[in-house]
Structure formats: structure tokens, C-alpha cells
């Protein structure tokens, strides 16, 4: 998709302020995608030098991480671009929101195939595919929101939205800030 910024790009000139909504949503499409190139990584290592410690920390954050992801569209940026385009104008939401339970769907298959390959030290084929098809789901969608979301994004935010925004982000914090699986 050659209008996505990539990753390196993003991190570095984002365009909102802390306390705006589209710094987070730049955070956390820089975490998903994080997790997509972490997932990458597992299954081109596959089937003879899984990275057992990359395995392990990946059970712990890509569910946690999309769950974050979802929870942050449902009750921040779906009712931020309702009020712009109204309830029946925005079509992208039940696009998205089906995506999401998709890839909630994929990602539960990938972590009871990787708990199956840690307990019996065997990776199967059906793993490395199963990595390989999550992290593009993934990506797509990320990248997809990246170009439909963000423009609408870059309009004004009402300080009353700031202020909404502002209480909802204390008290959920964005999972793995600044996660770098090679680290
Ligand atoms: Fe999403």
C-alpha cells in the first residue's frame, strides 16, 4: 500500500502532541507492527532454529498488544470519527471491526500452535504459516487504517475531546510502550 508511512518514518516526525488521540494511535500501530516483524522473525527461523526466547515473549504480548489495539479503536477512535461523519456515513467501521474479530480468531489458532510447539519441542509446517498469516493480517489492517484513519485524525480535536481522551489514556495505558523484540 504506497501510502503508508513506514515504521522508521512514522516514530520519528509524528505529527500530534502527546496529549492528542493520534499520538497513540502512531504508538500503537508502531506496536503492531512490532509484533508483525517479531512474528516474521519466528517463522524464518523455522523449522530447525526457533527462537525459543522470541517465542516466549511473543506468547506473552501479540494478544495483549491487539487486544490494547481494539480496545483504543472501540472506545476512542470510533466514537472520535462518529461525531466527524455521523453513525451511517462511516463504512470503514464495520470493515474494521470485523477485522478485528478475525484476527482475534487467528491470533487465538497461532497461541495454542506455539503452546503446542514449546511443550513438544516440535515445530509443524501449519506453525510457520500460521506465524506468517497472522503478521500480514495484521499489517494489513494496520496499514489500511493508517491511510483511512489518520487523515480524519489531523482535524481539529474540540477540547472537551482532549480532555475525554486525556482521562480515558490515564487510566489505560498503552501495553509495551516502545517494544523492541530484538532487544
Ligand atoms: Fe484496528
Known sequence: MGAFTPLAEQTGTSQFDDDHPGARFLADHALQLEVCRGLLALADGLPKTADHNLTQRLLEIFNAAWLGHVRFQDEVICPLLKRRHGGGQWECAALFDRQHS??????????????????????????????????ERRRDHIEAEHVLLLPVLREALAPIERKTYLEWAAANPLPFAGLALDS
Open 102 to 135: 478475525e484476527i482475534r480468531f487467528a491470533n487465538d489458532e497461532l497461541v495454542e500452535t506455539l503452546r503446542v510447539a514449546v511443550s513438544s519441542g516440535a515445530a509443524s509446517d501449519t506453525l510457520a504459516y500460521l506465524l506468517r498469516h497472522v503478521s
